[in-house]
Nanobody
Framework: QVHLVESGGGSVQTGGSLRLSCTASEYTYTASSNRCVGWFRQAPGKERERVAAILVGPGTTLYSDSVKGRFTLSQDIAKNTMYLQMNALKPEDTAMYYC??????????????????WGQGTQVTVSS
């Protein structure tokens, strides 16, 4: 099992930046974990969207077209924490952001991967 806690959300103006954190407990990631952590967002009235994923350990990352070039995933194995750096934020980035984990050993994180463990979410609001 893994327990996830997100933090770092807030309100910014268009063009601003935020860094979200996803800290895991009850499971320890290592340099050879090869487990997927995904970042998702959901705005009111819209479907949940996966924006990024990281294969924790190798650090391989994937991004949706909507955030590519603006968002960057990173990992700090020692802190059991994954980060989502969000730059050049737009009003359409406004949503509740969630991190999620799946504990099967993998060589990549499929786009249709079903994640088993979810954090409580952190709100990101971008004003124009």
């Amino acid at each position: 099992q893994v327990h996830l806690v997100e933090s770092g959300g807030g309100s910014v103006q268009t063009g601003g930046s935020l860094r979200l954190s996803c800290t895991a407990s009850e499971y320890t990631y290592t340099a050879s974990s090869n487990r997927c952590v995904g970042w998702f967002r959901q705005a009111p009235g819209k479907e949940r969207e996966r924006v990024a994923a990281i294969l924790v350990g190798p650090g391989t990352t994937l991004y949706s077209d909507s955030v590519k070039g603006r968002f960057t995933l990173s990992q700090d194995i020692a802190k059991n924490t994954m980060y989502l750096q969000m730059n050049a934020l737009k009003p359409e980035d406004t949503a509740m952001y969630y991190c999620a984990a799946e504990l099967q050993w993998r060589v990549y994180c499929p786009s249709n991967l079903e994640y088993n463990y979810w954090g409580q979410g952190t709100q990101v609001t971008v004003s124009s």
